[in-house]
C-alpha cells in the first residue's frame, strides 16, 4: 500500500510541473545576456574584468607587437600567430600584430592576462562556427571589429518557478 | 602438447554456464571505460573493470608549461567540477612559491567550488536517473544546472572551463550584484531540491532498485581506501573540508552527511543532501565575505618554485583530490602527481558487483561516482 501511495505522490510532484513555466533557453530566437562586455584584464592591478571569453578585439592602436600574448597561448593551445600587417604604427616598429585560429583556441583568456598594453580583450560574441577551417582564422583586421550582438535574456525567478524571459 | 605461457599469463578454463560480457569500452555512461562481466543467468559471477581508454598524460603534459600555462589543462579531465580539480593545485603552487592569497579571493574561490560541486553533482544525478530510466529525474537536474552555470559564468565568464582559479587567487572580481543574484538563485535552487525528494528519492520504484543492493561495509569502505561520497555513504566521518580545513572552510558553517547503510540507496542520496550543504557554505560564505579587497596576488612573470615538493588536497563531487608537485629551481614543475577520487573507488566495483543482479549493475557502477576521464588522467 505505501507503496502505491509512493508512485502516486511521486507522479503528483511531476504533473504539478505541467502549470509550471518552461525553463528552456529558446536559442537562437533568445540569446542569454552576459554580464560587461566581455573579460577584460588591467595589467596595472594584475586582476581582470569579469565578463564572458568569447572572441578576442584586438586594438591596433595599442598593440606593440611585443608577442607576449603569442607566448602565452604557446603552451595552452598555440592558436597566436604573429602576422605581418600593412599599417605604420610608431609604437609597432615591426608591424606584427597576432592572428588566432578558433580551431585551436580554449578560451581561456590567459593571452589576455599576458598583454601588457590594454591591446587585447575578449568579446562576447560566441557564435563563431563557419563551413571552412580557413575561415576559423582570425586576422587582425577581422578581430578588430567590434561584433554586433543583441543578448537580452535573463533567468527569471517568480512563485511559478524559474524561466528564461 | 603443452605451450609455454609468459610469466604472469594463464589460460582461462571456459564454463558453458557462464557468460562473459563487455560493458563498454563505447561510452557506458559517462566516458569510455570497460566493465568485464560475467554472468551466470541473470547473477554477476564477477567483474573485472578495465580503465585506461582516456589517458590523457596530464601529469606528463605538466611538466613542460610554466605554472599558469598547466591551469587550462588540468581541468581538462573533469569539465564539470574544474575549480575543484584546480583547486589543490593552486593551493600547491602557492605554498611551493610563498604566495599569500588575499581574503576576499579565499571566500570567492570557496563559493566557485561550492557552485562548481554542485554543477558535478547535478550531472552525476540527472545520468543516474537515465541509468535507472527514471527520465523525470534526467530533465530536471539537467534543467536546474542551468542556474549555477549561469552564475559561474557570470562570475569567470566561461560555462564549463572556467579557468579562474589561480595561483594567488582568482582571475577577476565578482561583477555588480553578484551577491544579490546568485543569493535568489541559490534559494531558489534550494526549493527545487525538496522537489527531488517525492519524484525519486522517496519513489518506491528507485528504492526497491538500490535499497540493500552492492552493500559496502564500514570496514570494507577503509580498507579498499574507498574516497568522497561512497566513504560517506558507509558510515565513515570523513571530508577533507572537515578534517583538514583549506581557505576559509573553517569558518563556514555546515555539516558532513554521513549515512550508515552503505548501499546502493546511501550512495545515491549522501550527493544529494550535500547539495543542500553547498547551498548553505555559498550562502554563508556571501554574509561572510569581505564587501571590497584585491582578489589576486600579482606574480612575477615565469614564478619559479625552489628545490621543494608539496602535497595538498581537497575534497571534490568524488571524493578527496591531491597533487603532490615537486620544483626545481625552474618556471616549471618537476613533477605533478594528481591523485583522484574517481580511481581510488573503481576498486570496489569487483566486491560490489558479485552475486548482484545484472540489473542493478548500472545504480552499483554510477552510484561509486566514477568519472572515467578524471580516473585515467
Ligand atoms: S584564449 Fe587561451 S587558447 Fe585562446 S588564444 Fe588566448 S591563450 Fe590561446
Ligand atoms: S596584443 Fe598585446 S601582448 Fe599581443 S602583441 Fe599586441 S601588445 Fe603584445
Known amino acids: 500500500m505505501s507503496n502505491v501511495i509512493g508512485i502516486i505522490r511521486a507522479l503528483n510532484s511531476g504533473v504539478k510541473h505541467l502549470a509550471v513555466k518552461r525553463f528552456t533557453l529558446r536559442y537562437p530566437e533568445q540569446k542569454l545576456k552576459f554580464v560587461g562586455d566581455g573579460f577584460q584584464f588591467n595589467p596595472e592591478t594584475g586582476v581582470g574584468i569579469a565578463g564572458l571569453r568569447g572572441r578576442h578585439i584586438l586594438f591596433h592602436e595599442h598593440c606593440t607587437g611585443c608577442q607576449l600574448c603569442s607566448v602565452a597561448c604557446e603552451g595552452i593551445a598555440e592558436a597566436i600567430s604573429m602576422v605581418k600587417v600593412h599599417e605604420t604604427w610608431k609604437h609597432n616598429k615591426k608591424a606584427i600584430m597576432p592572428q588566432i585560429d578558433y580551431g585551436k583556441c580554449v578560451f581561456c583568456g590567459l593571452c589576455v592576462d599576458a598583454c601588457p598594453f590594454y591591446a587585447l580583450y575578449m568579446t562576447n560574441d560566441y557564435e563563431l562556427s563557419s563551413f571552412t577551417k580557413s575561415a576559423l582564422i582570425y586576422t587582425p583586421a577581422q578581430l578588430a571589429i567590434k561584433p554586433k550582438i543583441s543578448q537580452d535574456v535573463e533567468i527569471k525567478i517568480d512563485d511559478r518557478g524559474a524561466s528564461h524571459g | ?377
Open chain 2, 1 to 377: 602438447m603443452t605451450t609455454q605461457l609468459p610469466p604472469g599469463m594463464n589460460i582461462e578454463t571456459v564454463d558453458d554456464k557462464i557468460m562473459t560480457l563487455n560493458v563498454g569500452p563505447q561510452h557506458p555512461g559517462s566516458g569510455h571505460m570497460r566493465l568485464i562481466i560475467k554472468v551466470d543467468g541473470d547473477y554477476i559471477v564477477s567483474c573485472d573493470p578495465d580503465p585506461g581508454y582516456v589517458h590523457r598524460g596530464e601529469e606528463k603534459m605538466a611538466e613542460y608549461r610554466n605554472y599558469i600555462q598547466n591551469i587550462p589543462h588540468l581541468e581538462r579531465p573533469v569539465i564539470h567540477d574544474s575549480s575543484n580539480i584546480l583547486y589543490p593545485y593552486c593551493l600547491g603552487v602557492e605554498e611551493l612559491l610563498g604566495i599569500e592569497v588575499p581574503e576576499r579571493a579565499k571566500y570567492i574561490r570557496v563559493i566557485a567550488a561550492e557552485l562548481n560541486r554542485c554543477i558535478y553533482i547535478l550531472y552525476w544525478l540527472a545520468i543516474y536517473g537515465i541509468f535507472l530510466g527514471h527520465s523525470t529525474m534526467f530533465m530536471w537536474p539537467a534543467g536546474d544546472r542551468e542556474l549555477f552555470i549561469d552564475l559561474l559564468e557570470a562570475m569567470s565568464g566561461a560555462r564549463v572551463t572556467h579557468a579562474y582559479l589561480v595561483p594567488g587567487g582568482v582571475r577577476n572580481d565578482l561583477p555588480s550584484n553578484f551577491e544579490e543574484r546568485c543569493l535568489r538563485q541559490v534559494e531558489y535552487f534550494e526549493k527545487r531540491l525538496k522537489e527531488y525528494e517525492a519524484v525519486f528519492y522517496q519513489n518506491p520504484l528507485l528504492k526497491a532498485r538500490t535499497e540493500g543492493s552492492g552493500i559496502l561495509s564500514r570496514t570494507d569502505a577503509i580498507r579498499l581506501g574507498t574516497t568522497g561520497s561512497v566513504l560517506r555513504a558507509s558510515g565513515v566521518d570523513f571530508d577533507v573540508r572537515k578534517k583538514e580545513p583549506y581557505d576559509v572552510y573553517e569558518n563556514l558553517d555546515f555539516q558532513t552527511i554521513v549515512m550508515k547503510e552503505g548501499d546502493s540507496y546511501a550512495r545515491s542520496r549522501v550527493p544529494y543532501l550535500e547539495m543542500f550543504e553547498s547551498c548553505r557554505i555559498i550562502k554563508d560564505a556571501l554574509r561572510k565575505m569581505p564587501k571590497s579587497g584585491s582578489v589576486r596576488t600579482k606574480l612575477k612573470p615565469n614564478p619559479k618554485g625552489g628545490n621543494d615538493e608539496v602535497y595538498r588536497r581537497i575534497e571534490s563531487g568524488r571524493g578527496a583530490i591531491g597533487y603532490y608537485i615537486v620544483s626545481n629551481n625552474r618556471p616549471e614543475p618537476y613533477r605533478v602527481k594528481i591523485s583522484v577520487g574517481s580511481f581510488r573507488n573503481l576498486i570496489c566495483m569487483p566486491y560490489l558487483l558479485k552475486g548482484e543482479k545484472l540489473g542493478n549493475m548500472p545504480a552499483v557502477y554510477w552510484g561509486l561516482n566514477y568519472w572515467p576521464v578524471e580516473a585515467d588522467r
